[in-house]
């Protein structure tokens, strides 16, 4: 499937060189935008793959739009800038920035910074999906022992035939552990 790039600057000549650069090299170009404004609301309504920002912007910089999809968004950015803006590059180290072209930008250039910020973006996402998957293990372990030592108390067995005990409510009642313990806490925990 094709990685859906939105392309923002404010210059129309230079938006539609990077936009055909893009679709040459098997990228589309969901939508163009001239301003920071526009930016966002394309941005948060289409929430596409990457997106290509110019700085200098009419109605809002492209570092203010950018910080602001940045709170909704995990998407990448990839900022624009021209050798007289030098010093906002160094406020260009958001989250979501993950570089900066210099123009003016040649499909030498921009290619291989689009497919390095879309791959930093993959593995940023399958990241933040091991933390949710662990944290959610976690969760659920917690609420499996808390159960445990419920029914350890209220029946007055060991560790294991409490643990045993679940597991057979659980197979026999073919629900998760969890359902058989959160469901135990819910009857017993006072
Ligand atoms: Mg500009």
Same mark, same amino acid.
């Given at each position: 499937?094709?990685?859906?790039?939105?392309?923002?600057?404010?210059?129309?000549?230079?938006?539609?060189?990077?936009?055909?650069?893009?679709?040459?090299?098997?990228?589309?170009?969901?939508? +163009? !935008?001239? /301003?920071?404004?526009?930016?966002? *609301?394309?941005?948060?309504?289409? &929430?596409?793959? %990457?997106?290509?920002?110019?700085?200098?912007?009419?109605?809002?910089?492209?570092?203010?739009?950018?910080?602001?999809?940045?709170?909704?968004?995990?998407?990448?950015?990839?900022?624009?800038?021209?050798?007289?803006?030098?010093?906002?590059?160094?406020?260009?180290?958001?989250?979501?920035?993950?570089?900066?072209?210099?123009?003016?930008?040649?499909?030498?250039?921009?290619?291989?910074?689009?497919?390095?910020?879309?791959? +930093? !973006?993959? /593995?940023?996402?399958?990241?933040? *999906?091991?933390?949710?998957?662990? &944290?959610?293990? %976690?969760?659920?372990?917690?609420?499996?022992?808390?159960?445990?030592?419920?029914?350890?108390?209220?029946?007055?067995?060991?560790?294991?035939?409490?643990?045993?005990?679940?597991?057979?409510?659980?197979?026999?009642?073919?629900?998760?552990?969890?359902?058989?313990?959160?469901?135990?806490?819910?009857?017993?925990?006072?």
């Amino acid at each position: 499937m094709k990685k859906r790039v939105l392309v923002v600057e404010d210059e129309s000549i230079t938006r539609m060189d990077i936009a055909m650069m893009l679709e040459d090299n098997g990228y589309e170009v969901i939508a +163009q !935008a001239s /301003n920071g404004e526009v930016a966002l *609301e394309k941005a948060f309504s289409l &929430n596409p793959d %990457l997106i290509i920002m110019d700085i200098k912007m009419p109605k809002l910089n492209g570092l203010k739009a950018s910080e602001i999809i940045s709170k909704k968004l995990h998407t990448p950015i990839l900022i624009l800038t021209a050798y007289s803006q030098r010093e906002y590059i160094d406020k260009a180290k958001q989250a979501n920035i993950l570089g900066y072209l210099v123009k003016p930008i040649t499909e030498a250039s921009l290619i291989p910074a689009v497919e390095i910020a879309l791959k +930093q !973006a993959e /593995n940023a996402n399958s990241y933040r *999906e091991q933390v949710q998957n662990i &944290n959610k293990q %976690l969760q659920e372990r917690k609420v499996v022992e808390k159960a445990k030592g419920i029914i350890m108390k209220k029946f007055n067995v060991h560790e294991d035939d409490a643990f045993k005990k679940m597991r057979k409510i659980s197979m026999n009642k073919q629900v998760t552990l969890e359902k058989v313990a959160k469901h135990i806490i819910l009857k017993y925990d006072v």
